[in-house]
């Protein structure tokens, strides 16, 4: 499932990546997890959001990372914190070294118009109080001339950053995704958990169709329309690929022999 993280790795952000020692894995894991958040964490100007790489759990498993060869590879993090929660390590430091790292961010200040806060809530009640997971793009729209940001650049921007925030995620650049604002970010991983854990799934050793997610997701929460969403969104991340003849017929490479 460590794929599906990739989801949720957008820029202007401060990154912890938690490690604990386990069988001499963890600079091989420290470069995993780096490598994407360089993937997704760079901003179109080159820019990569900051890493803090936290060692956890070091009285109970003691242990260090190659830190010279890190950060010569990865100059975007900006420290080591070792930490353990009982009794307290660390914890100070690493409190410290987020509030240092997050007060450099140079977006952090960035003015926003008051319209774009009531948007904001507006989308956060459609999720919490209608039990809404998503909204097409053409109703996120509406809602933004309804409560005053009636220039669609202004609505595209406000687009961006709420994915960057995690808030809202809607993919604008991809013409597949773009039509649909997720407001509940579970709802799309809880999906397709679902599909890639189908026993018929394994059965046929990763194939699949478009029309077997009608047997394996809900269909009041997962109703037959947004079912390509979810494959087209595993595409993009390159989880899933169709067969050159059938783009409703797709294999998942993960669960190949």
Not at 43 to 56: D, K, T, W, Y
Not at 203 to 215: F, M, S, V
Not at 221 to 226: C, G, N, Q, S
Request: hydrophobic share 35%; glycine share 4%; with cysteine.
């Amino acid at each position: 499932m460590h794929a599906t993280h990739q989801f949720f790795l957008t820029q202007r952000s401060l990154y912890v990546l938690v490690l604990e020692g386990r069988q001499g894995a963890e600079d091989a894991d420290a470069e995993y997890w780096l490598k994407l958040v360089e993937s997704f964490g760079t901003e179109s100007c080159g820019e990569i959001s900051p890493v803090i790489v936290v060692l956890n759990k070091v009285r109970q498993n003691p242990f260090d990372l190659n830190r010279r060869a890190l950060q010569q590879k990865f100059p975007f993090i900006r420290g080591f914190v070792k930490t353990d929660c009982d009794p307290a390590v660390g914890i100070k430091e690493l409190h410290d070294a987020i509030t240092l790292e997050t007060g450099h961010l140079k977006h952090l200040r960035d003015a926003f118009p008051t319209s774009w806060f009531a948007i904001k809530d507006r989308l956060a009640d459609m999720r919490a109080k209608l039990n809404r997971s998503y909204v097409s793009f053409d109703e996120y729209r509406k809602l933004c001339s309804e409560n005053g940001e009636k220039e669609t650049s202004g609505q595209d921007s406000l687009a961006t950053h709420m994915h960057n925030l995690g808030i809202a995620l809607n993919f604008k650049d991809d013409p597949r995704l773009r039509d649909t604002h997720v407001l509940n970010p579970h709802w799309v991983t809880n999906g397709i958990y679902k599909l890639l854990n189908a026993p018929l799934l394994e059965e046929r050793k990763g194939e699949i169709r478009l029309e077997d997610a009608t047997n394996i997701l809900d269909a009041t929460e997962y109703p037959r329309h947004m079912h390509r969403f979810l494959f087209d969104l595993m595409k993009k991340f390159e989880l899933c690929f169709t067969f050159p003849d059938d783009d409703t017929h797709y294999l998942i490479p993960e669960l190949l022999e």
